[in-house]
């Protein structure tokens, strides 16, 4: 059984940084797929970064050149570091993950209805002006 676990949200101002953990357990040295999603108030939950077990991340546009995904393989810990956040990037956080570790599921796993994926129960991000 797959479990995550977030922490590290809360309530900055604009242009300010926060770094999200994610520890996770019950991967077993299987190959896979990790990342973040976000989802804000009244809309769909959408993917921020991935990352594989050769260390390849992958961003969406709206977050490229601003959060940086990263792992410890030997602490099990999965992080993001968010920089010069907006009031745009307040959501719901959420570290998931899934078995596999091919090319294109780099891509395919920002979609967060396709793949099985386990979730963790999310981390609240608030940016203000």
């Known amino acids: 059984q797959v479990q995550l676990l977030e922490s590290g949200g809360g309530s900055v101002q604009s242009g300010g940084s926060l770094r999200l953990s994610c520890a996770v357990s019950?991967?077993?040295?299987?190959?896979?797929?990790m990342g973040w999603f976000r989802r804000a108030p009244g809309k769909e939950r959408e993917g921020v970064a991935s990352?594989?077990?050769?260390?390849?991340?992958t961003y969406s546009d709206s977050v490229k050149g601003r959060f940086t995904i990263s792992q410890d393989n030997a602490a099990n810990m999965l992080y993001l570091q968010l920089n010069s956040l907006e009031p745009n990037d307040t959501a719901m956080y959420y570290c998931?993950?899934?078995?596999?570790?091919?090319?294109?599921?780099?891509?395919?796993?920002?979609?967060?209805?396709?793949?099985?994926?386990?979730w963790g129960q999310g981390t609240q991000v608030t940016v203000s002006l």
């Open positions: 990352i594989q077990n050769n260390g390849a991340a």
């Open positions: 019950g991967l077993f040295h299987a190959p896979y797929t």
């Open positions: 998931a993950a899934e078995l596999g570790d091919d090319y294109d599921q780099r891509f395919s796993f920002l979609r967060w209805n396709l793949g099985r994926k386990y």
